[in-house]
């Protein structure tokens, strides 16, 4: 029974799902629009947050019997508090947008609630296939949304190659999986995680643990595997868009999170090359792609989908940034907190942007070109600013969120680093003056052109303009204090964690060797700012036992 | 004696099913046909899950396979639904010919 | 005996699966599919699966493929398949599967013996319908309760994609 009472979250939201579906249905014809299915999924979506909040910080004890898969610990609220709340406030905007594209029906809210039950389940996961249902789950009510539109060609064109590659990614996923089932007879994440660092596995677990890698990759939209990114995220519904951008993103990357470090992912790879270095070129290699693909959108959305993908690379720096407690064998190594920051910030900016975008639309005309833009400053200030807030966000402009989780990762690499990462710090910093490139563009479309020809119009709705004001709200407030979110999400962070097992190859830096600075290695302790951690903090992982 | 026949030689099956799948996804480019070869993936994955449940004396594998099943299912019908859509808007299931978005 | 069913049915169920991503018309490719799924129900009850090669034919071969030659038919494809042209990208990706394939097939014989490699004995109810009930009420409850969701999802998923119009639309 208190098993039950600590998946109340997941139910809650599953439940939403259920009620909008079943509501849709009585519904009369005549009825207008479904601006209170809305909110009631809303209002589901917060309670469900709300529970996560008074949960906080969650279960240390590991749970037996069948609720084992999951592990209800803060890192899992932290996601649990941020999830819902980034799907509330994206089925609050997506109404003005859903009444002029016909999508106000129960179906629409009822996929955000089963795609975010999904994702919940998916963060929570401390084994391997329920991960890997909950992933489905997703990825099927997303398909769904994306392609739910039937008078759009580009909305079923975008759903049917985001369905090709998910697909793809979780076949792979799956025989991974499937392999380190058979190797191990476990898929229980710290369970493989004692397996993979006693090094008594054989070499086909580094295929399975490529194979789930690679699947991830996917999910991501890491370079190499990205292609399908910018046609999915434009073709589909606006408002779908963000909410694939700002949720699936984040609950891909804490699962990944979560699989690298407890499963121990990088004692794997100690032997052949070091994990730390793969990480950091792979975050190079998309960080640079998705920033130079960037530049030269016309179309807004398209444009946002690139710059998704380079803030994927901000974020895979996080795999290779392992801050460390302790020294040699005793140490403990955890996921940053700069990380989950950065999600969290990332996602309320993203959504505001395609919040924002989603009014442009009247009519079913979904046009977010540059050019469809002008003028817009004049017609809407308020839309204006508000996407000027959220592009200044994206682009790490003081004294918004963006600023402070880019300089806070970026401190990281410096301090985590111990000055190795130099190289990498100006990689990253350089993108991020590029990236200023193109955010300003919309910005001088709106402010500095006329629109050409006859004004177009945008849409009204009162309840999506009450979900942006309060997303650009939290992004001025986390800007200007940060303090709280930083606490909580190094807290969360740091309840995911191993510790070093013998054949870790720690001070290699491969991939950037060439760059890298020599290697001070008189500071043992030296962890930087956030290493004042209580020991025994780990509960999911190897450490903690 | 039953059953004679070594993991490995499942293992092999399994991938090459596994592959043949991945290749007719990658070659082919009519959507029916890739459904059906991702279909050919999921099952070289179950074929591999219940070789493993044999040689492992235990049943877990059987029932991930089962759930594989329903999986299989529900990316079908999915898929499927998306085909008469895509059918529906540009009168054809060429992956080549399908592009109204610019890139 | 064993050996040579195993022979039989992997050699079906090879080509089979060439067969399914080799023919032009997507008829021949489903049916094609619907024998490799035969062999693989064959394959699983020599391996102790027999509920799961009761599924296999009655879910797989028999609902989901019904489904595939039923949206074949209805789109009327079986005239027409797709060229089988070759360009760069896939050809790339399939000479890299192809390596990775070999790679993975070295693996696995440097891990597993080739020629002995006895199996454990296991009770009478491996693989029945009991033994497998146990376990997916029992440990694998909540991925059986996920997996009644994503039914969910892909049935009214389903619905919403491929319908005409909202039954609230009118004509």
């Known amino acids: 029974m208190n098993d039950l009472f600590l998946l109340a979250p997941v139910l809650i939201v599953t439940l939403t799902g259920i009620i909008v579906l079943v509501m849709d249905l009585f519904r009369s014809p005549e009825a207008s629009g479904g601006t209170h299915l809305a909110w009631l999924s809303a209002l589901g979506f917060a309670a469900a947050s709300a529970a996560a909040i008074r949960m906080w910080p969650g279960s240390q004890a590991p749970v037996e019997g069948w609720m084992s898969a999951l592990s209800v610990n803060a890192f899992t609220l932290f996601f649990w508090i941020l999830l819902p709340l980034i799907a509330a406030f994206s089925v609050l905007t997506a109404t003005g947008f859903d009444r002029e594209n016909n999508l106000d029906h129960g ?25 890997f249902l909950g992933l489905e789950t997703m990825a099927l009510a997303v398909y769904a949304l994306v392609a739910m539109r039937r008078t759009s060609a580009r909305g079923a064109e975008a759903s049917i190659k985001y369905f090709i590659t998910g697909s793809l990614a979780s076949a792979l996923l799956l025989y991974g999986m499937v392999l380190f089932w058979g190797e191990t007879g476990t898929l229980r994440l710290d369970e493989l995680g004692r397996v993979l660092s006693a090094g008594q596995c054989g070499p086909i677990l580094y295929a399975a643990a490529g194979l789930v890698l690679v699947g991830f990759g996917f999910k991501i939209a890491a370079v190499p595997f ?97 801050p460390q407690l302790g020294s040699g064998d005793a140490s403990l190594r955890f996921v940053n907190g700069a990380v989950l920051f950065y999600l969290a910030t990332y996602g309320l900016a993203t959504l505001l942007a395609f919040g924002v975008l989603a009014r442009l639309g009247r009519g079913g005309d979904e046009s977010t070109t540059l050019e469809r833009l002008a003028g817009l400053a004049t017609r809407r200030p308020g839309l ?40 990498l710090v100006v990689i990253a910093l350089v993108n991020a003056l590029f990236s200023v490139y193109y955010y300003l563009r919309p910005m001088v479309a709106m402010y500095m052109r006329k629109a050409e020809g006859e004004e177009p119009e945008e849409i009204v709705s009162p309840t999506s303009s009450f979900a942006l004001i309060l997303a650009a709200l939290g992004v001025l407030v986390l800007g200007l204090f940060p303090g709280r979110l930083v606490g909580v999400s190094d807290q969360a962070a740091r309840t995911v964690s191993y510790k070093v097992a013998r054949g870790l190859n720690d001070g290699s830096l491969g991939a950037l060797a060439p760059f890298a600075a020599v290697q001070s290695e008189t500071d043992p302790k030296g962890v930087g700012a956030s290493a004042a951690v209580q020991t025994g903090s780990g509960d999911d992982a190897v450490g903690g036992r | 004696m039953m059953s004679a026949t070594p993991l490995s030689w499942y293992l092999l099956l399994s991938f090459a099913i596994f592959s043949i799948g991945l290749l007719g996804l990658l070659i ?13 993936m999921l099952n070289g994955a179950n074929l591999a899950l219940v070789a493993y449940a044999r040689f492992r004396g235990d049943e877990a594998g059987q029932v991930m396979a089962f759930f594989v099943m ?8 999915i898929g499927l639904a998306l085909v008469l859509a895509i059918y529906k808007h540009f009168k054809t299931l060429d992956v080549d010919r399908i592009s109204r978005l610019n890139g | 005996m064993e050996p040579i069913l195993f022979a039989v049915l992997a050699a079906v169920a090879l080509v089979a699966a060439v067969a399914t991503i080799a023919w032009r018309n997507p008829l021949r490719s489903a049916f094609s599919l619907i024998v490799c799924l035969f062999a693989l129900a ?89 033994g497998v009930a146990e376990l997916l009420l029992g440990q694998f409850l909540l991925p059986f309760e996920l997996v009644s969701l994503l039914l969910l999802v892909a049935v009214v998923g389903a619905v919403v994609v491929a319908r005409r119009r909202f039954w609230r639309e009118g004509k």
């Open chain 3, 42 to 130: 064959g394959m699983f009850v020599t391996l102790f699966a027999h509920f799961l090669a009761a599924m296999q034919i009655l879910v797989y071969a028999g609902a989901i493929m019904v489904l595939f030659v039923f949206v074949i038919m209805l789109l009327d494809l079986s005239g027409h398949g797709s060229e089988l042209k070759l360009r760069i990208l896939p050809v790339l990706g399939s000479l890299a599967v192809l390596a990775v394939a070999g790679k993975f097939a070295k693996t696995v014989l440097s891990t597993h013996p080739l020629v002995t490699d006895v199996p454990p004995a296991v009770p009478d109810s491996f693989g029945t319908v009991p």
């Open chain 2, 28 to 40: 082919r480019r009519n959507l029916v046909v890739m459904l059906m070869a991702m279909e050919l």
């Open chain 1, 107 to 131: 179906e629409f809210y009822s996929f955000h609630a089963f795609a975010l039950a999904g994702m919940m389940v998916m963060v929570a996961a401390v084994e391997l296939f329920s991960l």
């Open chain 1, 226 to 322: 990205h292609l399908w990114t910018p046609d999915a995220y434009q073709g589909a519904p606006t408002p779908v868009t963000g909410f694939m951008a700002a949720a699936v993103k984040a609950a891909s990357f804490a699962a990944l999170l979560r699989v690298v470090f407890v499963a121990m992912l990088p004692e794997l790879f100690a032997r052949s090359f070091t994990f730390v270095d793969l990480a950091i070129a792979v975050a190079v290699l998309t960080m640079t792609v998705g920033n130079l693909l960037a530049m030269h959108q016309e179309d807004v959305k398209r444009m946002l989908a690139y710059s998704s993908i380079s803030h994927a690379g901000y974020l895979l720096t996080g795999l290779a940034l392992v």
């Open chain 2, 70 to 77: 329903a999986l299989a299912a529900a990316e079908a019908a």
């Open chain 1, 384 to 423: 204006a600013a508000l996407l000027s807030l959220a592009l200044l966000s994206l682009a790490g402009f003081p004294p918004t969120a963006g600023f402070f989780a880019k300089f806070a990762l970026l401190r990281e690499l410096v301090v985590v680093g111990r000055g190795k990462l130099t190289i």
